[in-house]
């Protein structure tokens, strides 16, 4: 859910209301009512007008500039991938196979019978 005041960018306009798309607007009300489709209120300054919308009509502009952060990074491992002839790292790419290597999973610490039981007292202690 969206907060009071928060800056959101308009990405669809599901009920046809001449919502101007893809300009910017604030979260200024929650729209409460069970009967309604409507989630927020929201007040679009360039328009000079408050439109009722479904939260799938609005998305925080940090999300979306995130998205498009990836889609450029994408992007330009595939221009580097084409230019350098490097048709492994396009594969994976493009079948989406491309992960951070720095998240791989951290070996587990292996503890001793005693440290594992003196942990499961001073937890049931406590």
């Known amino acids: ?5 928060e800056k959101i960018i308009i990405v669809n306009d599901r ?8 300009e910017y607007g604030y979260v200024i009300a929650y729209d409460r009512n069970n009967d309604s489709a409507f989630d927020y209120i929201i007040r679009v ?6 439109y009722y919308v479904p939260a799938s009509d ?6 979306l500039l995130e998205l498009e ?6 992007e330009a491992l595939i221009d580097y991938a084409l ?4 048709a492994e ?11 951070d290597e720095t998240e791989e ?8 019978r005693e440290e594992f039981i003196r942990l499961v007292n001073l937890k049931a202690w406590i």
């Open 1 to 5: 859910m969206l907060k009071l005041g």
């Open 15 to 22: 009920f046809e209301q001449n919502m101007p798309v893809g």
């Open 45 to 50: 300054p360039n328009a000079n007008r408050q």
């Open 58 to 63: 609005v998305e925080l502009e940090e999300v």
């Open 69 to 74: 952060a990836e889609r450029i990074g994408r």
């Open 83 to 86: 230019a350098t002839h490097n």
């Open 89 to 99: 790292l396009f594969k994976r790419i493009m079948n989406g196979e491309l992960e």
């Open 105 to 112: 999973e951290a070996p587990r610490e292996v503890q001793s």
